[in-house]
């Protein structure tokens, strides 16, 4: 694969792993549990690794600094004040903006200085014990509220499942057709090997008839067929292979998982319901 191949593999992996961990911590800021504590740590470090090794300095330095926090935090069981759990989430904030920033630098500019003067500051400040009064950032209660509807729900996507159903069944009619005429041309190929064939017994029986200049270039003639040949069966065998590729990759996202397409709506609520000052139990019942 090439290095343009392993960073765009990087990407979608890593805003995976962003998306995952949005829903983790709006779990745990519900009700912390350790086993999801322990599988939010696991999710920033290997990040941050992966990070360094592909030379994403940035994304290295945010997920080192979320991943102080959520170690602080896991060390007081995630009874911390708002502040402490807003930080976090602006950094998974930045990680995907990080990860989908636009390499034309089109993309709006992100404050790094700024979010590590802030982690700074959360880190610095001593955390004191929660309020029963705590509002949103309490366990939910059983208490189920309407929105209204002008509430505005902003739902941010990652490439890997923003699909146009439409244009994917358009592309997988496209592969299929790519592979339908990469068999037909190799068909077509088979049937020009024979007349090759026929051409060098139409030489041998000449060869005694011919001039030796005349059967000097029909050799050469057939040695450059050959190579032409050769090159233009290697061409068919590589076109039927990315059309395979393209075939399976095309397969798998129309058989994308549910849960992608609704793991960022855990996080699309909390924060709405922050900002509208409401509690707020977000239940998917796929049954």
Known sequence: MSLEGLIEKFRGVALDRVEKMNTLLVTIERDPDPSEVEELQREIHTLKGEAKMMGFADVNLVSHLVEHLIL??????????????????EGLDILRALLTKSPAGASAP???AGFVDRVTEVRNTEAKPRR??????ERASSQRIKLDDSALLRIQTSGSARIDLAKLERLGEATGEILLMSRRIGFQLGEFDLLRARYAQL???????????LNHETRAFGHE???????FRLSIALAGQWGAQLDAQTRELRHLPLDHALQHYPRAVRDLATSQGKQVRLEQDVS
Do not use: H, Y
């Open 110 to 112: 992100i404050d790094l």
């Open 203 to 213: 030489r041998e029986r000449l060869a005694a008839l011919l001039p030796n200049s």
């Open 72 to 89: 602080e935090c896991s060390k007081r069981a995630f009874q911390v004040e708002p502040p402490v759990t807003e930080a976090m989430f």
């Open 225 to 231: 067929l050959d190579g032409w040949l050769a090159e």
């Open 132 to 137: 029963e009064t705590s509002g949103a950032f």
